[in-house]
């Protein structure tokens, strides 16, 4: 790789995550970081991800090869027009970012004259979690990396980073910014307003004793996940991206109209058929790469209603080095079977435990 300094404006989530995958395949290369609030990214420096951190923006190394802007989009691109002037000795370093909405961030880059060295980029992984501290470098690990040249963005740059993207064990793609933006605006930021838009009907709609929220748990629950995602990261998101998602949408509540005709004319062939083709494509998608929402590593078993029975399960599985991040009762077994729900950390931890605990006599069901 040619590419060994760096340079990281902001240091939460995915940034620390970056960073940790850099210092994990590649021990000897410089992390220098620049943060407003120092104190919030100091773990950085004491676990050795990071060399150095500064809380002045201007305070880039000359010979820095790559600069991660690693903020919400508004505050890249202030970021991006704040260090500018700084930039005349950098004619090799290369300007990239993190976010999720590409079109804003490039249009900026080519009216600061800084196309030519500005490179989208969009890790599709993440956490219901945010912040340094929740960093991972096996966050990238499987994750879409897509990257949004534009057409005079220097060929070399591209490659040097499209080569450090995969080799961080992260699956670079490339994509135009205005097609990225529509395909992302379809695939997380419009279920993302579904998800928040359903959980608020069945909120209106619950009676005083919450019938409805308490049988939620199961099906429900998993669907509408990301409803609880972070308030101001949605807003910031729905201002950067809004054409897309309002032509998206559109064509979302146009499909509940028809579904609506349909049963309102009672043609429940439609809804085979609905189910059908939505269910086919659905299967077609890739298994093993991570997408633009968080993934899940969970799976169900059936254990008796005895004392000790959750207790013998984790014993076995921490037994084996296997972590579990998260458990809990399945009381609405409609769409999965087993009453214990274990949530891993990894995809690694979810396929080691499986055979381990059907070898053990357990019945488990594997979330598809």
Known sequence: ??????????????????????????????????????????????????????????????????????????????????????????????????????????????????????????????????????????????????????????????????????????????????????????????????????????????????????IAAGGFKDITRIASADPDMWENICRSNTQNIRVLLRRYINELELIDDTLEYGDFSGINELFRESGSYRNSMPEKAKGALPPIYRIFVDIPDESGAIAGIATLLAAHNISIKNTGINNNREQYEGALYIEFYTADAKAKALPLLNDAGYRVTAEQ
Request: a negative charge; aromatic letters at 8%.
């Open 1 to 214: 790789m040619n590419m060994n300094k760096f340079h990281f404006c902001g240091l939460g989530l995915i940034g620390g995550s970056i960073a940790k995958a850099i210092r994990k395949y590649y021990p000897d290369s410089i992390i220098n970081v620049y943060s407003r609030h120092p104190e919030k990214v100091a773990a950085a420096l004491s676990d050795g991800t990071a060399n150095r951190i500064t809380d002045r923006l201007s305070d880039i190394d000359p010979d820095t090869d790559v600069l991660f802007l690693c903020a919400p989009t508004g505050a890249n691109i202030e970021n991006m027009k704040a260090i500018k002037p700084f930039l005349t000795e950098h004619e090799k370093m290369l300007i990239t970012d993190v976010g999720s909405v590409k079109g804003d961030i490039c249009r900026a880059a080519a009216d600061l004259g800084l196309s030519s060295h500005f490179l989208g980029g969009h890790p599709m992984t993440g956490r219901e979690t945010s912040g340094y501290d929740n960093s991972d470098p096996t966050l990238l690990e499987n994750a879409y990396y897509i990257l949004t040249p534009a057409k005079d963005t220097a060929k070399e740059l591209v490659a040097d980073f499209t080569e450090m993207v995969a080799s961080i064990k992260a699956i670079p793609l490339a994509e135009s910014p205005d097609y990225h933006d529509f395909a992302t605006a379809a695939i997380s930021h419009v279920p993302h307003l579904i998800a928040a838009a359903l959980v608020k009907n069945v909120a209106d709609s619950d009676n005083e004793a919450q019938f409805m929220r308490t």
